[in-house]
């Protein structure tokens, strides 16, 4: 039997998909309007149902690990830690891996990271940084206009950035292909620290 991999990203909208064993896409669904943790486990079973197989016909599971909500980046996470415990491989990719993967040796990748502030991650061969930009200073930071700017689906306020979630589409063999190779289930990246993002005393 030729293998068949589960594809969840819910670091931004919710997009689902199975991939073949050349790691193409079989089927592929984005749902942008809907609440994800809503529709989530409905339409993976109700995708596996079309496609004829099932969970247990999955030779793994690839997922976003981010950058995300907390809020986003658990119904992903959430998923893929139950079909661990049931011995189901997980392996995952962080959306600004993207670009570089696809031999990009420069750019930057942002995202709205919500409480007025966009998460940016910039790289230049082996050196990156990450930080968080207040809204209203953001086009003083970053050059918007540059060839090399990335967000998850492109839109960011009124700019029209690269899409890294349309890189993965149309370049899913190269990627994946990485992905299931470097064989990781990887640390979820929120955009910042939980102490921070809930805004705890540190108190028990």
Partial sequence: MSKKYLFLDTSYYVSIGILNNEYEFIDHHLYENRKGSAILHKEIYSMLKDNNCSLN???AIIISSGPGSYTGMRLAEGFAQILEIDKTKV???YHFEIPKLLGNE??????????SEIFVYEWDGENNSKRLVKEDVFEKEIDV??????SHDGRLKEFHFLSTSDLIKKNSKAIFSFVVDRAEHLETY???PLEKEFKMSGKV
Avoid: L, Q
């Fill in 57 to 59: 016909d999955m030779d």
């Fill in 91 to 93: 392996y995952s990719f």
């Fill in 106 to 115: 420069k750019g930057i990748w942002c995202s709205e990271a919500f409480k």
């Fill in 145 to 150: 206009n540059d060839d090399h700017v990335y």
């Fill in 190 to 192: 929120y955009y910042r």
